[in-house]
């Protein structure tokens, strides 16, 4: 009984998100949804809860086109750019698989098991923690074929892709 509570409490923190952008969706829908630009509803919305991005790999990997062209890599810095660039789509899509399966939840009949459940949980968890182990290998090897100026910019990109994310 106490792990059933306990993966209730888990789905519902995980699903809080996806609840948030469907009434987002709704509204936009509607034409509710409106930009204010000033300076007081920026600050509002870097301080709000959410004001990052759901999932960082994701919105990462949204930036990396545009971060591929704006490093400007030389022939010998393309396969270590390559495999950072696979191990972040790789994340990236371990998180997507974990909120397929958990909002396949509210269709499944019959639910599975809370084993089966927290079984699944950890799988995924296990997957994308060897995903981002990977990306942070490959990320030293691509950091040390940089020149200041690109890892600066690598820097500031990866921040950014977190803090203002694209297709938000």
Same mark, same amino acid.
């Given at each position: !009984?106490?792990i ?16 948030g ?11 509710? $949804? ?10 509002? *919305? ?31 810095? $393309? ?11 790789? *994340? ?10 958990l909002i396949?939840?509210?269709?499944a ?11 699944? $949980? ?6 994308e923690a060897? *995903? ?16 200041? *100026?690109?890892?600066? !910019?690598?820097d ?13």
């Open positions: !009984m106490r059933a509570r306990l993966a209730c409490l888990f789905l519902a923190a995980l699903l809080a998100p996806l609840d952008a469907h009434a987002q969706f709704r509204n936009r829908e509607r034409g509710a $949804l409106t930009r204010d630009d000033s300076p007081r509803s920026r600050e509002h *919305a870097a301080s709000a809860p959410g004001a990052v991005g759901s999932d960082p790999f994701s919105s990462l990997e949204r930036e990396l086109i545009s971060l591929k062209v704006d490093l400007k890599l030389r022939p010998e810095q $393309l396969e270590a750019w390559a495999a950072f660039e696979l191990d972040v789509r790789a *994340a990236a899509e371990a998180n997507r698989t974990q909120r397929r399966r396949g939840l509210r269709d009949h019959p639910a599975p098991t809370a084993a089966t459940l927290l079984g699944s $949980l950890a799988d995924d968890a296990h997957e060897e *995903a981002t182990a990977a990306l942070r290998e490959h990320l030293k090897a691509l950091y040390g074929k940089l020149d200041p *100026a690109q890892r600066s !910019m690598l500031r990109r990866v921040a950014q892709s977190q803090t203002e994310p694209l297709g938000r």
